[in-house]
Protein backbone atom coordinates (compact mmCIF):
# COMPACT_ATOMS: atom_id res chain seq x y z
CA UNK A 1 0.00 0.00 0.00
CA UNK A 2 0.89 3.40 -1.16
CA UNK A 3 0.92 6.21 2.04
CA UNK A 4 1.29 9.70 1.70
CA UNK A 5 1.92 11.39 4.60
CA UNK A 6 0.75 15.39 5.43
CA UNK A 7 2.98 17.59 7.93
CA UNK A 8 3.43 21.12 8.38
CA UNK A 9 6.11 21.17 10.78
CA UNK A 10 8.94 18.93 13.16
CA UNK A 11 7.29 15.49 11.50
CA UNK A 12 8.48 13.22 14.54
CA UNK A 13 5.31 11.11 13.72
CA UNK A 14 6.57 10.48 10.25
CA UNK A 15 9.87 9.55 11.33
CA UNK A 16 8.67 7.11 13.75
CA UNK A 17 6.20 5.78 10.82
CA UNK A 18 9.12 5.46 8.33
CA UNK A 19 11.66 3.91 10.77
CA UNK A 20 8.73 1.20 11.65
CA UNK A 21 8.66 0.62 8.06
CA UNK A 22 12.60 0.95 7.94
CA UNK A 23 12.76 -1.69 10.56
CA UNK A 24 10.19 -4.39 8.47
CA UNK A 25 7.12 -4.44 10.17
CA UNK A 26 4.41 -2.75 8.40
CA UNK A 27 5.04 -4.87 5.22
CA UNK A 28 3.96 -4.40 2.27
CA UNK A 29 3.53 -0.38 2.77
CA UNK A 30 5.89 2.55 2.25
CA UNK A 31 5.80 6.03 2.44
CA UNK A 32 5.73 7.46 -1.33
CA UNK A 33 5.64 11.33 -0.52
CA UNK A 34 5.47 13.52 2.09
CA UNK A 35 3.07 16.66 1.27
CA UNK A 36 3.55 19.92 3.18
CA UNK A 37 1.83 23.53 3.37
CA UNK A 38 5.31 24.29 4.98
CA UNK A 39 7.97 24.70 2.51
CA UNK A 40 10.44 25.37 5.22
CA UNK A 41 8.78 22.24 7.10
CA UNK A 42 11.88 20.65 9.37
CA UNK A 43 9.39 17.06 8.29
CA UNK A 44 10.18 17.87 4.59
CA UNK A 45 14.05 17.83 5.06
CA UNK A 46 13.56 14.14 7.17
CA UNK A 47 11.67 12.79 3.98
CA UNK A 48 14.77 14.35 2.01
CA UNK A 49 17.31 12.51 4.31
CA UNK A 50 15.63 9.47 3.58
CA UNK A 51 15.40 9.25 -0.07
CA UNK A 52 11.59 9.91 0.43
CA UNK A 53 9.50 12.04 -2.76
CA UNK A 54 8.33 15.19 -1.33
CA UNK A 55 5.86 17.98 -2.38
CA UNK A 56 4.88 21.16 -1.31
CA UNK A 57 2.07 23.16 -2.02
CA UNK A 58 1.85 26.21 0.08
CA UNK A 59 -1.65 27.84 1.12
CA UNK A 60 -0.27 31.11 -0.25
CA UNK A 61 0.43 30.01 -3.65
CA UNK A 62 -3.29 29.45 -4.89
CA UNK A 63 -5.86 32.17 -5.01
CA UNK A 64 -8.91 29.94 -2.83
CA UNK A 65 -8.68 27.15 -0.67
CA UNK A 66 -10.65 25.15 -3.21
CA UNK A 67 -7.70 25.83 -5.60
CA UNK A 68 -5.18 24.35 -3.14
CA UNK A 69 -7.47 22.04 -1.95
CA UNK A 70 -7.40 20.45 -6.11
CA UNK A 71 -3.70 20.71 -6.22
CA UNK A 72 -3.29 18.57 -3.56
CA UNK A 73 -6.01 16.11 -4.79
CA UNK A 74 -4.24 15.85 -8.20
CA UNK A 75 -0.80 15.51 -7.07
CA UNK A 76 -2.33 12.39 -4.41
CA UNK A 77 -4.24 11.24 -7.09
CA UNK A 78 -1.45 11.26 -9.76
CA UNK A 79 0.41 8.63 -7.76
CA UNK A 80 -2.80 6.69 -6.48
CA UNK A 81 -2.00 6.73 -3.10
CA UNK A 82 -3.79 4.58 -0.99
CA UNK A 83 -4.11 6.07 2.36
CA UNK A 84 -3.41 9.91 3.41
CA UNK A 85 -1.36 9.99 7.32
CA UNK A 86 -2.21 13.36 8.57
CA UNK A 87 0.71 13.92 11.19
CA UNK A 88 0.75 17.53 12.55
CA UNK A 89 -1.04 18.70 8.79
CA UNK A 90 -2.13 22.01 10.84
CA UNK A 91 -5.04 23.14 8.19
CA UNK A 92 -8.36 22.15 8.44
CA UNK A 93 -8.50 20.06 4.98
CA UNK A 94 -12.54 20.87 3.72
CA UNK A 95 -15.24 18.95 2.51
CA UNK A 96 -13.75 18.28 -1.22
CA UNK A 97 -10.19 17.21 -0.10
CA UNK A 98 -12.04 14.49 2.72
CA UNK A 99 -14.64 13.04 -0.25
CA UNK A 100 -11.79 12.96 -2.48
CA UNK A 101 -10.53 10.29 0.14
CA UNK A 102 -13.46 8.40 1.68
CA UNK A 103 -11.99 6.96 4.78
CA UNK A 104 -8.77 6.54 3.21
CA UNK A 105 -7.49 9.37 5.57
CA UNK A 106 -6.20 8.83 9.12
CA UNK A 107 -5.20 11.92 11.78
CA UNK A 108 -3.62 11.93 15.17
CA UNK A 109 -5.17 14.02 17.41
CA UNK A 110 -3.01 15.07 20.96
CA UNK A 111 -6.07 13.76 23.78
CA UNK A 112 -8.34 11.11 24.17
CA UNK A 113 -11.56 11.70 21.69
CA UNK A 114 -14.04 13.59 22.05
CA UNK A 115 -12.09 15.14 24.95
CA UNK A 116 -10.41 18.61 23.86
CA UNK A 117 -10.56 18.88 20.05
CA UNK A 118 -8.80 21.65 18.35
CA UNK A 119 -5.35 23.50 19.03
CA UNK A 120 -3.38 23.05 21.88
CA UNK A 121 -5.18 19.78 23.03
CA UNK A 122 -2.66 18.89 25.92
CA UNK A 123 -2.42 22.50 27.37
CA UNK A 124 -6.41 21.91 27.24
CA UNK A 125 -6.39 18.64 29.17
CA UNK A 126 -4.46 20.84 32.12
CA UNK A 127 -6.53 23.57 32.13
CA UNK A 128 -9.49 20.81 32.55
CA UNK A 129 -8.16 19.31 35.34
CA UNK A 130 -8.24 15.91 34.11
CA UNK A 131 -6.08 13.10 35.53
CA UNK A 132 -5.87 10.98 32.15
CA UNK A 133 -4.91 12.41 28.33
CA UNK A 134 -3.71 10.25 25.43
CA UNK A 135 -3.65 10.25 21.87
CA UNK A 136 -6.15 9.35 19.32
CA UNK A 137 -5.80 7.98 15.93
CA UNK A 138 -8.69 8.03 14.14
CA UNK A 139 -10.31 8.61 10.31
CA UNK A 140 -11.03 11.77 9.21
CA UNK A 141 -14.29 12.92 8.19
CA UNK A 142 -15.92 16.54 7.79
CA UNK A 143 -16.14 16.53 11.34
CA UNK A 144 -12.96 18.08 13.20
CA UNK A 145 -11.22 15.35 14.98
CA UNK A 146 -14.62 13.23 15.13
CA UNK A 147 -13.93 10.55 12.84
CA UNK A 148 -14.22 6.69 13.74
CA UNK A 149 -11.34 5.87 15.77
CA UNK A 150 -9.08 3.06 15.13
CA UNK A 151 -6.65 3.71 18.10
CA UNK A 152 -5.79 5.13 21.29
CA UNK A 153 -3.25 5.64 23.88
CA UNK A 154 -3.56 6.35 27.29
CA UNK A 155 -1.24 8.43 29.77
CA UNK A 156 -0.99 10.00 33.10
CA UNK A 157 -1.14 13.59 33.66
CA UNK A 158 1.06 14.14 36.77
CA UNK A 159 0.73 17.40 38.99
CA UNK A 160 3.94 19.04 38.32
CA UNK A 161 3.48 18.46 34.41
CA UNK A 162 3.61 22.00 31.81
CA UNK A 163 2.27 21.31 28.39
CA UNK A 164 5.88 20.69 27.19
CA UNK A 165 5.80 17.52 29.84
CA UNK A 166 2.75 16.91 29.16
CA UNK A 167 3.03 16.88 25.50
CA UNK A 168 6.36 14.88 25.25
CA UNK A 169 4.85 11.82 27.59
CA UNK A 170 2.10 11.97 25.21
CA UNK A 171 4.23 12.70 21.91
CA UNK A 172 5.81 9.38 23.04
CA UNK A 173 2.81 7.17 22.59
CA UNK A 174 1.66 8.95 19.66
CA UNK A 175 4.65 7.58 17.65
CA UNK A 176 3.40 3.84 18.85
CA UNK A 177 -0.32 4.45 18.07
CA UNK A 178 0.18 5.47 14.47
CA UNK A 179 2.15 2.36 13.37
CA UNK A 180 -0.17 0.55 15.30
CA UNK A 181 -3.10 2.18 13.35
CA UNK A 182 -1.56 1.76 10.04
CA UNK A 183 -0.90 -1.69 10.48
CA UNK A 184 -4.52 -2.23 10.83
CA UNK A 185 -5.87 -0.65 7.95
CA UNK A 186 -3.42 -1.42 5.74
CA UNK A 187 -4.00 -5.07 6.95
CA UNK A 188 -7.75 -4.11 5.54
CA UNK A 189 -9.04 -6.45 9.30
CA UNK A 190 -11.67 -3.82 9.96
CA UNK A 191 -15.58 -2.68 9.09
CA UNK A 192 -16.50 0.96 10.07
CA UNK A 193 -20.22 0.73 11.67
CA UNK A 194 -21.32 3.95 12.06
CA UNK A 195 -19.03 5.98 14.47
CA UNK A 196 -17.34 2.36 15.30
CA UNK A 197 -14.61 0.51 13.57
CA UNK A 198 -14.63 -3.34 14.37
CA UNK A 199 -12.00 -5.27 14.50
CA UNK A 200 -12.00 -8.29 12.61
C1 LIG B 1 1.46 15.94 17.30
O1 LIG B 1 1.31 16.22 18.65
C2 LIG B 1 0.15 15.59 16.68
O2 LIG B 1 -0.69 14.89 17.54
C3 LIG B 1 -0.42 16.94 16.40
O3 LIG B 1 0.67 17.71 15.95
C4 LIG B 1 1.87 17.18 16.51
C5 LIG B 1 2.78 16.86 15.37
O4 LIG B 1 4.06 16.48 15.81
N1 LIG B 1 -1.53 16.83 15.48
P1 LIG B 1 5.14 15.97 14.78
O5 LIG B 1 5.24 17.03 13.67
O6 LIG B 1 4.68 14.65 14.23
O7 LIG B 1 6.41 15.86 15.54
Known amino acids: ?????MLSGRGSNFVAIAETIASGALQGCHID??????PDAPGLEEARRRGIDTMVCARRQYASKQEW???????LQARNVDFIILAG???????????????????????????FIGLDA?????DYGVRYSGCTVHF???DLDAGPIIV??????????????LSRRILEQEHV???????????GKYEIQGRRVLLK
Open 122 to 126: QQQAL
Open 140 to 142: VTN
Open 89 to 115: FMRILGEGFINAFPRRILNIHPSLLPS
Open 33 to 38: VVLSDK
Open 69 to 75: EQAMIDG
Open 1 to 5: KKLAV
Open 152 to 165: QKVVPVLPADDAAA
Open 177 to 187: AYSEAIALVVA
